[in-house]
């Protein structure tokens, strides 16, 4: 990992993490000013920012398509609600531990299925999802069940509960993005674009593939664990509903609409989507169609999302996605990164 602790360094020496920071602190100003319910929009939009993100590295990046990503997500959400209202202990210590656990947890879970890919590996992570939920919903001595149970809230400098959890999150959500925007620009990261292009080819020229699976699913994994914890404190109140499969598909189709294999495509997907839903919110019927639709849609006529379109606009602004990274046949993973990036 000494290649990805460099290029984090010169990234900081360079200043290219001013941008992020700017626009976060502006997000900051701007969420203050408003009102409970748009403030809690506003930080759902920045949770799900850092849960598409860790998906974006899985799928965009990496190829592998899962569906254990929500089931990760509610434990995390789970672990740290449950050590706060079981153990007592202060929600920092349990959202470390929920992040750090689910990294460890969700590797180990998918490590048996690291030897597949396509829809072999995604009906191996579908069947792991499927037996998480209903460990949450059956094991009531310790989850409370399919009731679910309050988790505590949290309040920093005299700021109230909604304020507290969505400056926890903007911070911790904008220090997320910064590394795995800086991560997958490096060597080490084209081995995710490498394996996801051609995976024999990739593993002719030297890449260590189920390795290389093996930290994807861990970056994915605690990105998840760690939005699960936020979220947890924002709802207040975690059940098995919250992180079902239908939860997975949303999840998707905020990774395709913002566009697969770009950082920003993680921004935009949860802010279009959630507004989408707050929209159809009183026409639930309609709701799942419409989703249905979209992602079709994105599919057959905007398949690389909006994130690249965004990028056109601007002002002949050069940005490479998965798209442009290393071919089949081209060696990977052995030279230094270049000074293009992979994303801006």
């Not at 850092?50 to 398509?65: E, F, P, Q, R, T």
């Not at 920003?264 to 709701?287: T, Y």
Request: proline residues 4%; hydrophobic residues 55%.
């Amino acid at each position: 990992m000494a290649v990805p602790v460099q290029s984090i360094r010169s990234a900081w020496r360079s200043g290219s993490w001013v941008y992020p920071v700017a626009i976060a602190v502006v997000v900051a100003l701007i969420g203050m000013t408003l009102n409970p319910y748009l403030l809690f929009l506003l930080t759902r939009v920045v949770i799900f920012s850092m849960l598409v993100a860790g998906l974006n590295v899985l799928m965009g990046y990496s190829g592998l398509l899962s569906f254990a990503h929500a089931a990760l997500f509610g434990i995390g959400a789970y672990v740290t609600g449950l050590m706060q209202v079981h153990l007592g202990v202060p929600y920092p210590v349990a959202l470390l531990t929920a992040t750090v656990g689910v990294t460890g947890a969700g590797t180990l879970l998918v490590l048996p299925a690291l030897r597949l890919s396509g829809i072999h590996l995604a009906i191996a992570t579908l069947a792991v999802a499927q037996a998480v939920h209903w460990v949450l919903i059956n094991w009531s001595a310790v989850t409370f069940g399919a009731g679910g149970f309050r988790a505590p809230s949290i309040a920093i400098f005299g700021l109230n509960a909604t304020q507290s959890i969505f400056l926890t999150s903007l911070v911790l959500t904008t220090i997320g993005y910064l590394m795995v925007r800086q991560l997958v620009r490096t060597s080490f990261g084209r081995k995710f674009v490498a394996i996801r292009d051609n995976s024999v080819a990739a593993a002719a020229n030297g890449v260590n593939v189920t390795a290389t699976k093996t930290i994807a699913f861990a970056l994915s994994a605690g990105c998840a664990g760690l939005a699960g914890g936020l979220y947890s404190a924002l709802l207040g109140f975690v059940a098995p509903e919250s992180f079902n499969l239908e939860q997975m598909i949303l999840m998707k189709v905020m990774a395709v609409v913002g566009g697969l294999g770009t950082m920003l495509g993680s921004m935009i997907g949860p802010a279009l989507v959630i507004f989408l839903q707050e929209q159809l919110r009183d026409s639930q019927g309609w709701l799942e169609i419409i989703f249905g639709a979209v992602l079709i849609g994105f599919v057959l006529f905007l398949p690389k999302g909006i994130a690249p379109l965004i990028y056109r606009v601007l002002a002949g602004k050069r940005t490479e996605t998965v798209e442009t990274g290393p071919r089949t046949g081209q060696k990977v993973g052995l030279s230094a990164p270049t000074d293009r990036a992979v994303e801006n």
